[in-house]
């Protein structure tokens, strides 16, 4: 890359973030936005980010047949023209020399990295040999596929044709799953992606956790970066001083694992101080009445000591909030899963933002619009007699609503209530993702066939019996993403240059492995041109135009109260559950109470993980443009705490934990930014695979401290916060 892109990288990278810096230093990404059109020799093409989940509408721009650079679509609602240093960074995914560049067949023992190269004929025969006689002896229900990302869609649809009924993803029990649960109990609805807070006009911002600014979701930071240089009080409750907190009214340093003290106690002094919304839940509550003497023994004080937040604050902090609502949000937060029982403190969010009456309403939370899009006439998939192997179905957790990786695992391990015997991974890390890789290392070892379908040498794929090298999405088609907001929309991916080497885009992938399982009457389409444009035609808008624009935004539609909006709720009761009936039914607790968590051991501190603004999980350290960013994570330890264990910054140290996993060497941040009984790293270094040269052994990773893990019993999410480490100084 020139010095120049370099350097509007780190001036972009730069803009994490500040309400003055905020409005300069995105400026000049939209100028940016319109500089190339222009140019001679330059073609631009509209396409969606895969860089993360929030799916930004962006333009490519190729030079001279060269991809040079990728920037914000204005037509967009998830990038209104701007991107974040990631997805402008997704030019260097395509150029990413550690890229894998052809099919790759295991010659070595598992996990030994002894590979031959294959012909896509060869590679996808091989797979559809094996996957037919685990069919034949055990049903395809013993094929499993585990997934993340948007290309899994063809690969779920031909495989589902063919028998799969096992599907799990690490954004459900290892991310936003038990916060859906919550909400779902609570309104009858989820929140889904891209979450419904109108931060654009709320008055008060409250982020638990939550740390946006880090958490780098385009437009939701767009808008909280507007909402602070309007002066709007955001409250923030984080044992960490993240970005989010320095842009803050008030940072409530809360022990961690203690949120759900914190949450019933402002509860309790909202219902005692009558400052909730009493016309809402007069017109909308059930079971309020049950709920308030439910509560009643939470006081501030006894918080106070629970979670060593000032009782002065923590009342100050309600009292605030409560003074602008219904314009008030609770941010739902979004990776959720932090100490095993967090259905029941996403319930409590969820319990608040009723108490706030914010449900649909302006400056709380809205209710999603969505748009209809034709679908593509499909055969309809088999049905199986057998039960899904995850418990997902409620034999197991009975409120989970989406498939569970974990469960998955531990199905493969015992064989019950049937063997596993291959899976398919699309576009996942597990042994970065899933808790305990341990765990997920034995499982794989009962697995007749590891497929893994990647951009690159990720951990798992260095385990996998047959590489599949994807396209990165530049070079690609995929499904059209039908999105969801305050208005719904429609973009499209189509590829703006040629893969370099011998990769596949995943529909292809899926096509011609139907043809080899014996269902290709299930991808009845020639290729994407074909599939795409009739879905869009039959809806009745112009191909040609969305193929030159990228976006079709759908109809407004009322979203709140404001807008025409009638409220209703798909709970059992038709109401807001401030009472849950069903969960008491299924022996849970109606109204979330509060059990205390283990705290740090003596001499051991807490490991607590989060996101960097310029890499996504473990898919970006490698990109050359990112890695120049940011090569490696830091430990961050309290100056204090750094003191009494004899550390300065910089140091070079390693991580152990309670079960004597010892981390690769990273380097001290000692810092007053973080409490002194936990510590703190990015998630997604550490990568193990000596194939992804770039970023071997750079960092160390938080995954594979993760050994000790707490399952939801609601709904299967697991715990990322319940590990304990010492750390070691490096001689
Ligand atoms: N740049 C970038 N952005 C991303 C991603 C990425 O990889 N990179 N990933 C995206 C995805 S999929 C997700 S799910 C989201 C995740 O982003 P969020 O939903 O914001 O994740 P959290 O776990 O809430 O945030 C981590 C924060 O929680 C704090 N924390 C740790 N323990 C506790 C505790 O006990 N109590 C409280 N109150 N706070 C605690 C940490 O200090 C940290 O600041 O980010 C999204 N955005
Ligand atoms: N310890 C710990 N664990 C966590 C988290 C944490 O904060 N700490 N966060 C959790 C959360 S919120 C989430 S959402 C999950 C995320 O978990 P994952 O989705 O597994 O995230 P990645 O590590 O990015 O793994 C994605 C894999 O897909 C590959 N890939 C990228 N783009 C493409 C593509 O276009 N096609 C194909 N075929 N492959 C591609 C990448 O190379 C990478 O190997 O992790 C969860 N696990
Ligand atoms: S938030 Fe950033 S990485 Fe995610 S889709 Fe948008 S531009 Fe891409
Ligand atoms: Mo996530």
Not at 422 to 431: A, D, H, I, K
Not at 514 to 541: N, Q, T, W
């Amino acid at each position: 890359m020139s010095t120049l892109s370099r350097r509007r990288f780190l001036s972009i990278s730069a803009a994490t973030f500040g309400a003055a810096a905020v409005a300069t230093q995105w400026e000049p990404l939209t100028r940016l936005a319109h500089a190339a059109p222009g140019d001679a020799g330059v073609v631009t093409t509209p396409t969606f980010c895969e860089m993360c989940f929030w799916r930004c509408g962006g333009i490519a721009h190729v030079r001279d047949g060269k991809l040079w650079k990728f920037e914000g679509n204005p037509l967009d609602p998830q990038s209104h023209g701007r991107l974040c240093p990631r997805g402008t960074g997704a030019v260097g995914a395509h150029y990413d020399p550690d890229r894998i560049r052809q099919p790759l067949i295991r010659v070595g023992e598992r996990g030994k990295e002894q590979w031959k190269t294959a012909s896509w004929d060869e590679a996808l025969a091989y797979v559809a040999e094996r996957m037919n006689k685990i069919k034949a002896e055990h049903g395809p229900e013993s094929v499993a596929i585990l997934n993340h990302g948007f290309g899994q869609r063809f690969i779920q649809h031909v495989l589902k044709s063919w028998g799969v009924i096992n599907i799990a993803g690490a954004s459900y029990a290892q991310c936003r799953g038990a916060r859906d649960t919550g909400f779902m109990l609570t309104f009858g609805s989820g929140l889904g992606s891209p979450e419904p807070t109108d931060i654009e006009n709320t008055d008060c911002l409250v982020l638990i956790g939550t740390h946006l600014g880090e958490n780098m979701h385009n437009s939701q930071v767009q808008e909280f970066a507007k909402a602070v240089g309007r002066g709007v009080p955001v409250i923030v409750v984080d044992p960490r001083f993240s970005v989010a907190a320095s842009k803050a009214k008030y940072w409530l340093p809360v022990k961690p694992g203690t949120d759900l003290a914190l949450l019933l106690a402002w509860m309790n002094l909202l219902v005692t101080e009558g400052r909730y919304d009493k016309a809402f839940v007069d017109a909308y509550g059930h079971g309020f009445a049950q709920f308030a003497e439910e509560i009643k023994g939470y006081t501030v004080e006894w918080a106070a000591k629970e979670t060593g937040v000032s009782a002065e604050l923590i009342r100050a902090t309600a009292r605030e909030f409560a003074s602008h609502r219904p314009a008030t949000i609770i941010h739902p937060g979004r990776r959720v899963n932090w100490y095993g029982d967090d259905t029941q403190r996403c319930r409590a969010v969820a319990l608040l933002s009723a108490l706030m009456g914010n449900w649909g309403r302006k400056g709380g939370l809205f209710v999603s619009a969505g748009m209809k899009i034709a679908p593509y006439p499909l055969p309809k998939y088999p049905t199986s007699d057998k039960p899904r192997a995850d418990g997902a179905d409620g034999s197991q957790f009975p409120f989970a609503d989406e498939g569970i990786t974990t469960s998955i695992r531990a199905a493969t391990l015992t064989g019950k209530p049937y063997p596993i015997k291959s899976w398919f991974v699309y576009s996942t890390n597990l042994m970065q993702a899933l808790p305990n890789p341990q765990e997920t290392l034995k499982a794989i070892d009962q697995l007749d066939l590891l497929v893994v379908c990647d951009t690159l040498p990720s951990e798992i794929a260095g385990y996998a019996d047959v590489i599949l090298p994807e396209t990165v999405f530049l070079e690609r088609h995929d499904d059209l993403l039908v999105g969801f907001g305050r208005r719904g929309w429609t973009s499209l991916r189509q590829p703006v240059v040629a893969a370099p080497h011998d990769q596949k885009p995943a529909w292809w992938i899926a096509k011609q492995l139907a043809e080899r399982l014996g269902v290709g009457a299930s991808m009845p389409f020639k290729d994407m041109d074909e599939y795409l444009a009739y879905r869009i035609e039959k809806s009745g808008f112009d191909w040609a135009k969305l193929k030159k624009e990228g976006v079709i935004m759908g109809e407004p539609k009322p979203i709140n109260v404001e807008t025409g909006l009638a409220l209703s709720f798909d709970t059992p009761s038709g109401k807001v559950e401030f009472w849950s009936d069903q969960l008491a039914k299924a022996g849970f607790d109606p109204v979330p109470k509060y059990k205390a968590h283990a705290q740090a051991p003596d001499g051991t501190l807490r490991l607590i993980t989060g996101r960097a603004p310029v890499h996504t999980f473990s898919r970006t350290q490698s990109n050359p443009l990112l890695h120049d960013l940011m090569p490696d994570n830091e430990i961050w330890v309290n100056t204090a705490t750094a003191g009494r264990l004899g550390l300065k910054n910089r140091d070079w140290v390693t991580l152990k934990n309670q079960d004597g996993v010892v981390s690769n060497r990273i380097r001290v941040k000692a810092t007053q930014r973080i409490r002194e009984d936990c510590v703190y790293m990015v998630y997604g270094f550490g990568h193990t695979n000596p194939m992804l040269k770039t970023a071997y052994l750079k960092g160390a990773s938080a995954g594979g401290l993760n050994t000790h893990y707490e399952t939801d019993p609601l709904m299967g999410s697991t715990s990322i916060h319940s590990n304990f480490v010492t750390l070691v100084k490096e001689a």
